[in-house]
Nanobody, 120 residues
Framework: VQLQASGGGVVQPGGSLRLSCAVS????????IGWFRQAPGKEREGVSC????????QYADSVKGRFTISRDNAKSTVYLQMNSLKNDDTAVYYC??????????????RGQGTLVTVSS
């Protein structure tokens, strides 16, 4: 499986970004895909997971109400819409296989991350 995250950048507090994760090498609609993040000096944090058919989503408490995960099975792509960004959201974001849980160790194969920097 190959996962390629993109869409990171620098944004001011309160701003928005949309991350994309392009998946290849597997039957996309058979797999849950999620996001975790890692900030310098901090532990890995699970952010969100969407089930294989898209009927179930999970979010970390820290992002509930601000982030929305979605998937387009026709494009083999998962998205993470991030609104009302805060300084604490600054991290490298990785997309990875998930199975309905978002604990730090509940993610499988991942791709390269994309850096999100929230700063004024």
């Amino acid at each position: 499986v190959q996962l390629q995250a993109s869409g990171g950048g620098v944004v001011q507090p309160g701003g928005s970004l949309r991350l994309s994760c392009a998946v290849s090498g597997v039957t996309f609609e058979d797999w849950g895909i999620g996001w975790f993040r890692q900030a310098p000096g901090k532990e890995r944090e699970g952010v969100s997971c969407i089930s294989a058919r898209g009927g179930s989503t999970q979010y970390a408490d820290s992002v509930k109400g601000r982030f929305t995960i979605s998937r387009d099975n026709a494009k083999s792509t998962v998205y993470l819409q991030m609104n009302s960004l805060k300084n604490d959201d600054t991290a490298v974001y990785y997309c990875a296989i998930c199975w309905g849980f978002i604990g730090p160790e509940d993610f499988g194969s991942r791709g390269q991350g994309t850096l999100v920097t929230v700063s004024s």
